[in-house]
């Protein structure tokens, strides 16, 4: 079966950099995703990056894809308090209707940001 | 644009009742979906529809009916509520795109708790 997995929990200082891993099974995906859930809340897109590209940079986000290894991580630079959240990754599965664009997601990774 | 809207945002129900979770989305998008959030569990897909009229079985469907009679709304019912059940519920949107990229956007979900 499809599974994208991730590390449940990362802690880190305030100001120090933050880098969540996945890995994910569908060397089919067109692009892969980052989500945000902040507490008490549904989850917003914070970045993606297309299948062919190996980075991806959005001010203090750096988005790292190997193909090969279909590993993909994302790298928070000068984490805040206000980074604590849990991060998603998710990527298009082939079950459950993935060939119209079903998002299979990993566990979420917790962050917890230390003053 | 109000996005992605979920009813009730918190609901305690007894074991055997049953209940119907509204989401409205007002972003004429095609495709909606609901997601059970569980500890440890990431985001699970219940149903999900890829058009009004339409309804689809995602990964863990049992104990679950929906219906997309209009084109905004998705409702998600359950007609016999067990323990199990207990999960926050998330409705998520997306418009009916090429190329691939599947942006889902997430209502703020509902929090069930069953007795």
């Known amino acids: 079966g499809e599974d994208v997995e991730q590390s449940l929990f990362l802690s880190v200082r305030e100001g120090d950099s933050s880098v969540i891993n996945c890995t994910y099974t569908?060397?089919?995906?067109?692009?892969l995703y980052w989500y945000k859930q902040e507490p008490g809340a549904g989850l917003q897109l914070l970045t993606y990056?297309?299948?062919?590209?190996d980075m991806k940079q959005d001010q203090r986000l750096t988005v790292l894809l190997n193909k090969k290894d279909k590993h993909l991580s994302l790298r928070i630079a000068d984490t805040q308090t206000g980074d604590s959240a849990i991060y998603f990754c998710?990527?298009?599965?082939?079950?459950?209707?993935?060939?119209?664009?079903?998002?299979?997601f990993g566990k979420g990774t917790k962050l917890s940001v230390k003053p | 644009n109000a996005g992605v809207t979920q009813t009730p945002k918190f609901r305690v129900l007894k074991t055997g009742q049953s209940m119907t979770l509204l989401c409205a989305q007002d972003?004429?998008?095609?495709?909606m979906y609901w997601y059970r959030q569980d500890p440890g569990m990431g985001l699970r897909l219940i149903h999900y529809?890829?058009?009004?009229?339409?309804?689809a079985k995602g990964e863990v469907p049992d104990g679950y009916n929906v219906s997309r009679l209009k084109k905004q709304n998705f409702l998600l019912g359950l007609e016999s509520a067990a323990p199990s059940q207990t999960s926050v519920y998330f409705c998520?949107?997306?418009?009916?795109?090429?190329?691939?990229?599947?942006?889902?956007?997430f209502g703020p979900g509902t929090r069930l708790t069953v007795l």
């Open positions: 990056i297309f299948s062919n590209m």
């Open positions: 998520a949107s997306r418009p009916d795109t090429s190329g691939g990229y599947n942006e889902q956007f």
């Open positions: 569908d060397s089919s995906s067109t692009y």
């Open positions: 529809s890829v058009g009004e009229g339409t309804t």
């Open positions: 972003m004429n998008h095609e495709y």
């Open positions: 998710a990527e298009t599965g082939a079950g459950y209707g993935g060939s119209q664009g079903n998002l299979i």
